[in-house]
């Protein structure tokens, strides 16, 4: 396994407010066989339900955000 040479991207990290949602990197992950870091994306509501306020699709759904 060879070790991961790219740079890490620069992030603008701001904190979400309640109310806002948001479309961030989740906490979970995994390393792929590159040795890279894969981690899945996320949207978030912070504190509502984003769920909800897309009127609760099913599992696998595609959402458009524009």
């Known amino acids: 396994m060879r070790a991961n040479t790219k740079q890490p991207r620069a992030m603008v990290v701001k904190p979400v407010e309640t109310g806002q949602l948001a479309f961030a990197p989740g906490s979970s992950g995994w390393t792929n066989a ?33």
Not at 42 to 66: K, M
């Open 34 to 66: 590159q040795a890279e870091q894969m981690r899945w994306m996320e949207v978030f509501l912070r504190g509502g339900n984003a769920w909800e306020s897309f009127n609760r699709p099913a599992i696998g759904t595609h959402v458009n955000i524009s």
